[in-house]
């Protein structure tokens, strides 16, 4: 099946930074989505982006298909940034409803 | 407030018992999902549900079970095959299109197997 690799696995920031974080994945695909995880474990859709770029506030993201990867970035990062990002893909030999994850980049921003 | 209701939060069991958990949802969202979670790690597919009366098995079925009678309901139930069921127990809908939609999560079941 589909590998998805998200890197770094650990970011640690202090408040106010900005950073990238990566996934790549080993397939062509038709579907991509990035989450946040909070500490208590919910999970926020952030972007559905198979290509191209979004943005949203302080968040924005990017996916390159035919590279086969994508960058999330966080500009500006506050204490509620923290949490575990993960991207998702479905692979287009995939059938439907099969979203691989990746293991999540851990992100912690300090005060 | 529209969204996913998943209960019990916690919930512990003793080898040999099965265990279902609730998934809820009032989105009109046609997809269900459940995704196991493991310490440090990613989500993995249990079951998904296209349509009412219809589910198929994701990467980890064995072990688990599931049932969509009502368009709103996805239960989970985690049988005593399960070898190792400690794990945090996530639900999720979508709209159902071409590809997978835009998945909504519920807050979770974290399962203690004592």
């Known amino acids: 099946g589909i590998q998805v690799e998200q890197s770094p696995p650990d970011l640690i920031l202090q408040e106010g930074a900005n950073s990238t974080l990566r996934c790549n994945f080993s397939?062509?695909?038709?579907?991509l989505q990035w989450f946040h995880q909070n500490p208590w474990g919910q999970l926020i859709n952030l972007f559905y982006i198979p290509s191209g770029t979004k943005q949203n506030g302080r968040l924005s993201a990017t996916t390159v298909a035919t590279e086969r990867y994508s960058l999330l970035y966080i500009s500006s990062s506050q204490t509620t940034d923290s949490g575990v990002y993960f991207c998702?893909?479905?692979?287009?030999?995939?059938?439907?409803?099969?979203?691989?994850f990746g293991a999540g980049t851990q992100v912690v921003v300090t005060p | 407030d529209g969204g996913i209701t998943q209960s019990p939060k916690y919930l512990f069991r003793k080898e040999g018992q099965n265990v279902t958990l609730s998934c809820e949802q009032n989105l009109n969202h046609d997809a269900m999902y459940w995704y196991r979670q493991d310490p440090g790690q990613g989500l993995r597919l249990i079951y998904y549900?296209?349509?009412?009366?219809?589910?198929q098995k994701g990467d980890i079925a064995e072990g688990y079970s599931v049932s969509r009678e009502k368009k709103e309901s996805f239960p989970l139930t985690v049988t005593s095959a399960q070898k190792n069921p400690t794990a945090f127990y996530l639900c999720?809908?979508?709209?159902?299109?071409?590809?997978?939609?835009?998945?909504?999560f519920g807050e979770g079941s974290r399962l203690t197997v004592l």
């Open positions: 549900s296209q349509i009412v009366n219809d589910f």
């Open positions: 998702a893909v479905e692979a287009s030999t995939d059938s439907w409803g099969k979203l691989q």
């Open positions: 397939d062509s695909v038709n579907n």
């Open positions: 999720a809908s979508s709209i159902r299109t071409t590809y997978t939609g835009e998945l909504f």
